[in-house]
Structure formats: C-alpha cells, structure tokens
C-alpha cells in the first residue's frame, strides 16, 4: 500500500487551509521530531527535515526554536506519548497520536470531541489490525539526479514503493526500515521534504450519508487542532478511490 492511501490516511489539521493551521502542523512536527531525540539538527535527521520544512513554510525562527526547546523539555515540562483509538460518525476508524504533559486533561479532551460528534473513544489496541505502520519519506524531484540509481539505491535500503507524483518521490517501506532508508539518503545527500512513520489503513470504510461525512469531517478537524495532538489518521474511503 503506498502514499496515496497514506494522504487519505493522514489529516493534517484543516487540510492546512489557514496559514496559521500551517505553521502549527509544522511545529508540532519539530516538537516531535526534537523529542525523539537531540535538540541539534546536525545530530538528529528527523529534525533537520522538520526545520527545513518550517522554513519553507516561513515560520518564524523565535517559534522553531522554542518548540526545539519544548521538545527537549528545557521548559521544565515533561511530555508523554499516548495515542487514543475509535470510531467516529459511521463507523470509521479514527486512531489518534497525542503529546501531553497532563494525559488526564487530554483524554477528557478527544472523549468529548468523539462524544460530540456522535463517534466513541474504544480501548487501546482495538484498531490494531485495521492500521499497518509504513516508514514514509517525501522527496523533492529535483534532489534526484538518476531516476534509476535512486530507486535501486531505496530498494536496497528496505523500500518497497517508490513512486513519482508531480514534483516529488514518494517513497514508503516497513516500519523496521525507516533507519535503513534515512541512511541511504543520507548516502546520496539528500534532505526529504517529509520523513515518518504513519499509519496506513489495511481496510476502509464506505461512507456515503453527508450529514455523517460533514460529522466526521469537524470531528477530525477539532481533534486535529487541540494542541495536545499530534497527527489522526481514518480510514474513509476516499471517493477517488472508487
């Protein structure tokens, strides 16, 4: 399953409608990326890709440096990873990815959000086998200098897609190859635009009442803009899929 299903899978906020929703989504991504590991681009990959992109996107250096900061924890506030599963308005799936330093305030959160748009919060595990985990890198077209020596490199790397979509490479592997992968484009030189593990759904589901799609429609987006969230992943299926 490649990164089409994954840009279905993936809402990132508003669909990035508002500038403001823009900057959030990429500094909740080097919030994460910092958290992962160190706070220096220059030893952390997946922060070196988040700055760049925030760059692009013209957020302001005092914000990417303070969520540099929040991610080490230099704040004095310890964060948490805890991600909640369930089913939204018509029975799709809806897994999201949260950092918090108060799990109570943000269970409460995303409970009334399902609640409120007539979706349930189930039990950790419940969507274990409707989402697979998929290493997941995006790269600019014109980083690639030989189409053939690129994909024969990412497949020796442990990539299983390598597909072309307007100006990029989307390239998506196993979960277990994401380090491999990071290594080979480090190899040729190359910054992806993107680079993470996301959750990809192995099943969808058909929805086709609008009243429900408008539901599940602002119940992603309000998960998706509490700053507690990190990233929701569904599984509708998409129309274009059809």
């Known amino acids: 399953m490649g990164r089409k299903s994954a840009k279905i899978?993936?809402?990132?906020?508003?669909?990035?409608?508002?500038?403001?929703?823009?900057?959030?989504?990429?500094?909740?991504?080097?919030?994460?990326?910092?958290?992962?590991?160190?706070?220096?681009?220059?030893?952390?990959?997946?922060?070196?890709?988040?700055?760049?992109?925030?760059?692009?996107?013209?957020?302001?250096?005092?914000n990417i440096e303070k969520a540099i900061k929040k991610g080490q924890g230099s704040d004095g506030v310890g964060f948490e990873d805890v991600t909640y599963e369930g089913y939204g308005p018509g029975g799709v799936a809806v897994f999201v990815e949260t950092s918090t330093d108060n799990p109570t305030r943000t269970v409460g959160n995303v409970r009334s959000y399902f609640r409120k748009y007539e979706g349930s919060l189930g039990t950790s595990g419940s969507l274990e086998f409707v989402f697979q985990r998929l290493a997941l890198f995006v790269v600019p077209k014109e980083a690639v200098r030989s189409e053939d020596d690129f994909t024969l490199t990412m497949i020796d790397g442990g990539a299983e897609e390598i597909e072309l979509i307007d100006d990029h490479y989307e390239v998506s592997g196993p979960m277990a190859e994401f380090g491999a992968i990071q290594e080979k484009l480090m190899e040729l030189g190359i910054t992806p635009d993107e680079a993470s593990l996301v959750r990809v759904p192995v099943t969808k589901k058909e929805v086709s009442d609008e009243s429900v799609l408008i539901k599940l429609e602002h119940l992603i987006d309000v998960l998706s803009e509490d700053d507690d969230v990190v990233t929701v992943y569904h599984n509708l299926l998409d129309k274009d899929e059809e």
């Open 9 to 62: 899978a993936v809402r990132k906020g508003a669909a990035d409608k508002a500038r403001g929703q823009t900057f959030t989504r990429a500094l909740k991504d080097v919030f994460k990326a910092s958290k992962s590991g160190s706070g220096d681009v220059a030893n952390n990959f997946l922060l070196k890709v988040a700055v760049e992109r925030a760059k692009k996107l013209n957020v302001p250096k005092d």
